[in-house]
């Protein structure tokens, strides 16, 4: 069974930093596309990070660059979401998602992503 597994996420102090981590289970990463989106109650889903299957392509969304990197391990199976700088503005929901893409990825839609994980709550506040 394919799955993705998030962790990570928690309650930090604006200012303060998390990794997120995106475990694959049932199948190798090596040529997926992985990107990262997340939703705010009340909010619609936003593209914040992707990486290519190779590593050689990444994306970020305005609001994050700068603050987050993306980052991948293919031995461990796992990618990453280095998150630094953290704004209570960042408060939401983060999915992991994975679609076939080993020179490409995009963070324009998660329609285009066939495996999702469960989430992991990141909530940034003091």
């Known amino acids: 069974q394919l799955q993705l597994v998030e962790s990570g996420g928690g309650l930090v102090q604006p200012g303060g930093s998390l990794r997120l981590s995106c475990a694959a289970s049932?199948?190798?990463?090596?040529?997926?596309?992985i990107a990262w989106f997340r939703q705010a109650p009340g909010k619609e889903r936003e593209g914040v990070s992707c990486i290519s299957g190779s590593g050689g392509v990444t994306n970020y969304a305005d609001s994050v660059k700068g603050r987050f990197t993306i980052s991948r391990d293919n031995a461990k199976n796992t990618v990453y979401l280095q998150m630094n700088s953290l704004k209570p503005e960042d408060t939401s929901d983060y999915y992991c998602t994975a679609v076939f893409g080993p020179r490409a990825c995009t963070i324009v839609s998660g329609k285009l992503y066939n495996y999702w994980g469960q989430g992991t709550q990141v909530t940034v506040s003091s």
């Open positions: 049932g199948f190798t990463l090596d040529y997926y596309a």
